[in-house]
């Protein structure tokens, strides 16, 4: 039904019935959602090219995979929230990306008694897929990166530590305000 999925820093490309699909949406995730939109539109009676305007048109919402690129960097900002399904699924997007990748990664809250284990999955994951793990957040530490007790002091950390190739992942629950994160790099490289 889908094929030729392509994922990168600009977007994704599939086919879907033989019609080439091209979305700024970024991670396997997102072509799936673009997939049940097709399937959708289809049964409602849209033309081909109707759908590929409006999946070509369709823009990230803020902290969900948005894309940013600066001064070098491509920062995924996924500020808005996590869980482990969400995690594993941005990583492997970040995973797929030709950069050396640095993970600022958060707390995942709301777990209930399983957190510890599920924290240490996840930083166990994220480590096999990046060149730099870095933490901040009470759970946070059990992902076993390289944590901070500030998102000030991780800030000038990624700062003296990235020479603008790389590509940034920033993910965690949205009680911890990553997006704060995201703004100061932005703002400060």
Same mark, same amino acid.
């Given at each position: 039904?889908?094929?030729?999925?392509?994922?990168?820093?600009?977007?994704?490309?599939?086919?879907?019935?033989?019609?080439?699909?091209?979305?700024?949406?970024?991670?396997?995730?997102?072509?799936?959602?673009?997939?049940?939109?097709?399937?959708?539109?289809?049964?409602?009676?849209?033309?081909?090219?109707?759908?590929?305007?409006?999946?070509?048109?369709?823009?990230?919402?803020?902290? &969900? $995979?948005?894309?940013?690129? @600066?001064?070098?960097?491509?920062? %995924?900002?996924?500020? /808005?929230?996590?869980?482990? +399904?969400?995690?594993?699924?941005?990583?492997?997007?970040?995973?797929?990306?030709?950069?050396?990748?640095?993970?600022?990664?958060?707390?995942?809250?709301?777990?209930?008694?399983?957190?510890?284990?599920?924290?240490?999955?996840?930083?166990?994951?994220?480590?096999?897929?990046?060149?730099?793990?870095?933490?901040?957040?009470?759970?946070? &530490? $059990?992902?076993?990166?390289? @944590?901070?007790?500030?998102?000030? %002091?991780?800030?000038? /950390?990624?700062?003296?530590? +990235?020479?603008?190739?790389?590509?940034?992942?920033?993910?965690?629950?949205?009680?911890?305000?990553?997006?704060?994160?995201?703004?100061?790099?932005?703002?400060?490289?």
């Amino acid at each position: 039904m889908i094929e030729a999925i392509q994922l990168g820093e600009t977007g994704s490309r599939f086919i879907y019935q033989g019609s080439q699909f091209l979305t700024p949406l970024l991670g396997l995730a997102n072509v799936y959602n673009c997939l049940a939109a097709l399937c959708l539109t289809s049964q409602l009676g849209l033309r081909p090219e109707e759908q590929r305007q409006a999946i070509a048109e369709v823009k990230a919402e803020s902290g &969900r $995979l948005e894309p940013i690129h @600066h001064n070098g960097l491509f920062i %995924i900002n996924d500020t /808005y929230n996590a869980n482990p +399904v969400s995690m594993k699924n941005s990583i492997d997007f970040v995973a797929t990306i030709k950069r050396n990748k640095i993970f600022i990664l958060g707390d995942m809250k709301e777990l209930g008694t399983h957190s510890k284990t599920l924290h240490q999955n996840i930083g166990e994951y994220a480590k096999k897929h990046c060149d730099m793990l870095l933490t901040y957040g009470d759970e946070a &530490r $059990l992902y076993g990166g390289r @944590h901070f007790k500030t998102k000030d %002091i991780l800030v000038r /950390y990624v700062i003296d530590n +990235v020479d603008g190739e790389e590509a940034i992942l920033v993910k965690a629950s949205r009680i911890l305000q990553f997006e704060e994160i995201v703004n100061e790099i932005v703002r400060r490289y």
